[in-house]
C-alpha cells in the first residue's frame, strides 16, 4: 500500500504520508488484537504465573498509546508537501520480553513466577525501530519511556 500511496501522491500531486506502528499498548487494548503487554497485564490481575515464549531475550519497541496519537497528530499537521513518505512511530527503544515482565511486575508490586515456555516457530527475535526521520520531520517526540507509559496504564486499570 505504502508503494501506491507514493505513487498516487506523484501522479496526482495528493499530500500523503504512511505511518508504521509499533508494540502499540494502552488502556482498553482488543483481546483480538493483544501484545504481550496485555496478557502479562492479565495474568497479574488474576495473580498467574507471567509466561513467556522463549528465552524472554527477544527485543521489541513498546510505544505507549499517547505517544501514538501524538505522532498521528504531527503527522496530520506536516502532511503538506509530502508525497508518499513513509514514518516510523516507535519509542525508538527497543526492550526484551524478559525486561518488559520484571518491569511490570515491579511497577504492579507482585511477587509473580515467570515460566519460560518454548518458543513459537518463525517469531522474530530482535527488532529495533529507528525514529529519526519522524523525529527530524514531523517533530515527533514520544514522552513516555516504557516504565512511565506501564505506570499510567497501571493507574488507568484501577
Sequence with gaps: ?????????????LNTISLRFFNVYGKGQSNAYAGVITKFLKNIERNESIEILGNGNNTRDYVFIDDLIHGILQAIKNIKGQRGNIYNLASGKSTSVNDLAFLMLKISKKKLEIIHKSPR????????????????????????NLELGLTKLFQEME
Excluded at 527488532?127 to 527530524?136: C, M, N, P, Q, Y
Design 1 to 13: 500500500m505504502e508503494f501506491y500511496l507514493r505513487a498516487f501522491a506523484n501522479m496526482y500531486n
Design 121 to 144: 516457530p518463525g517469531d522474530l527475535l530482535f527488532s529495533e525501530v529507528l525514529i529519526s526521520k519522524a523525529k527530524e520531520e514531523l517533530q515527533y517526540n514520544p514522552k513516555f
